[in-house]
Structure formats: structure tokens, C-alpha cells
T-cell receptor, first 114, second 111 residues
Framework: DTAVSQTPKYLVTQMGNDKSIKCEQN?????MYWYKQDSKKFLKIMFS???????INETVPNRFSPKSPDKAHLNLHINSLELGDSAVYFC?????????????FGSGTQLSVL | KQEVTQIPAALSVPEGENLVLNCSFT??????LQWFRQDPGKGLTSLLL?????REQTSGRLNASLDKSSGRSTLYIAASQPGDSATYLC??????????FGTGTRLQVFP
């Protein structure tokens, strides 16, 4: 039973389109995250939510809008997709979002913008 | 600036060798350091987590050490196997509540 699951696994789309990536965790964690891994394999945090509230928003264009309907879900909606958005996006969760907590990652969504 | 660097970027070794992966970080004000494994098309799996007060952690054939004063961590893999082939990521949880990842070491163990 997958702890942190993301859908879709692959997403290929045209520039200018709007797309969403969904994430769900069944660990009962309070905090969820979105990370972006670029072509050089560098992972960087984008957002974190604690109990449906935005905690971290790292200089991400406002075309990216996370939505957390409940603490088990954190979806990522991207408007007006650009070529530079192509990357692998990882969802993660931790118990309370406290400093130094262990993170559990999903398997990633590979986004290709053509 | 808080950075995490991993050396080497890639490593190819024959099965059975003991090997060391290196991670260095620029700021010693950390909560902990984690080593992850990333397989192609899959997510990250946490291997070992070392708290800032600890010097090392062991799990099976893996041993991770932490030297805060010098800003270094090593991941030691004993008796490597082809199944160990993956990318290994080091991540440092700084006191600023940010988890900063290194760029990884891509390991290939051939039979």
C-alpha cells in the first residue's frame, strides 16, 4: 500500500496549457511538500503545507498554485505551462513538518512541456 | 549561502568493492543529514538519518558518518552489489527549516 502516491507518473503537454498533478498520503502526516527536480537532478523545495495551510512558498512563479483540500492531499496546478517547467515533480510528507523530520517521498511526476 | 555538494558525480565499480560517497555542506548549523536513494522512475527512499548530535548511523551494509565541524558526511557501502546501482542523494536539514539536497552521486555496480 503506497504511502505517498502521485498521479500522473508521466505528463506530456504543449506550451501554454494548464495541468494538475495530484498527491495523496495515507500516513496520517500533517505536512506535505512539493519538490522540483531539474535536468541536473537538483531537488529544490517549492511549497509546504501544514494541515491545509501554506507554510513555505519558495520564489515559485504564481503560475504554480498548490491546493490542499484536506491534510492528506496536496495538488499542484500549473497555468500557462512553459518549456522551463519540464522537470520531475516530487510530493513528500512528514509527521508534523518540524525541523529535521524524516520525509517520505512519492515516486515523482515527469512533466515534459513541448 | 547554504549549499550541499556531492563528490563524485558518478561512480562505476565492480561487484564486491567497498566504496565511499562524499557529501559536504557549507553551514554547520544543521538539525540533521539524510542519505536517500533514488532509482530511475521512482521516488526517493530514505536510507539513513543522522541527527546533528550523532557521529554515525548504520543500517545493514550502509554506514553514514557526520562531521559537523568540517561540514562533511560520508556514506560507506560495504561489499557492493548490482542492486545497489542508483543515485544517492545527500540532504541537509538546516536550522532555517530548509532541507537542501546535493546533486547526487550516480552509482553503477557491475557484475
Amino acid at each position: 500500500d503506497t504511502a505517498v502516491s502521485q498521479t500522473p507518473k508521466y505528463l506530456v503537454t504543449q506550451m501554454g496549457n494548464d495541468k494538475s498533478i495530484k498527491c495523496e498520503q495515507n500516513l496520517g502526516h500533517d505536512t506535505m511538500y512539493w519538490y522540483k527536480q531539474d535536468s541536473k537532478k537538483f531537488l529544490k523545495i517549492m511549497f509546504s503545507y501544514n494541515n491545509k495551510e501554506l507554510i513555505i512558498n519558495e520564489t515559485v512563479p504564481n503560475r504554480f498554485s498548490p491546493k490542499s483540500p484536506d491534510k492528506a492531499h496536496l495538488n499542484l496546478h500549473i497555468n500557462s505551462l512553459e518549456l522551463g517547467d519540464s522537470a520531475v515533480y516530487f510530493c513528500a510528507s512528514s509527521i508534523r513538518g518540524g525541523a529535521g523530520e524524516k520525509l517520505f517521498f512519492g515516486s515523482g511526476t515527469q512533466l515534459s512541456v513541448l | 549561502k547554504q549549499e550541499v555538494t556531492q563528490i563524485p558525480a558518478a561512480l562505476s565499480v565492480p561487484e564486491g568493492e567497498n566504496l565511499v560517497l562524499n557529501c559536504s555542506f557549507t553551514d554547520s548549523a544543521i538539525y540533521n543529514l539524510q542519505w536517500f536513494r533514488q532509482d530511475p522512475g521512482k521516488g526517493l527512499t530514505s536510507l539513513l538519518l543522522i541527527q546533528s548530535s550523532q557521529r554515525e548511523q548504520t543500517s545493514g551494509r550502509l554506514n553514514a558518518s557526520l562531521d559537523k565541524s568540517s561540514g562533511r558526511s560520508t556514506l560507506y557501502i560495504a561489499a557492493s552489489q548490482p542492486g545497489d546501482s542508483a543515485t544517492y542523494l545527500c540532504a541537509v536539514f538546516y536550522n532555517t527549516d530548509k532541507l537542501i539536497f546535493g546533486t547526487g552521486t550516480r552509482l553503477q555496480v557491475f557484475p
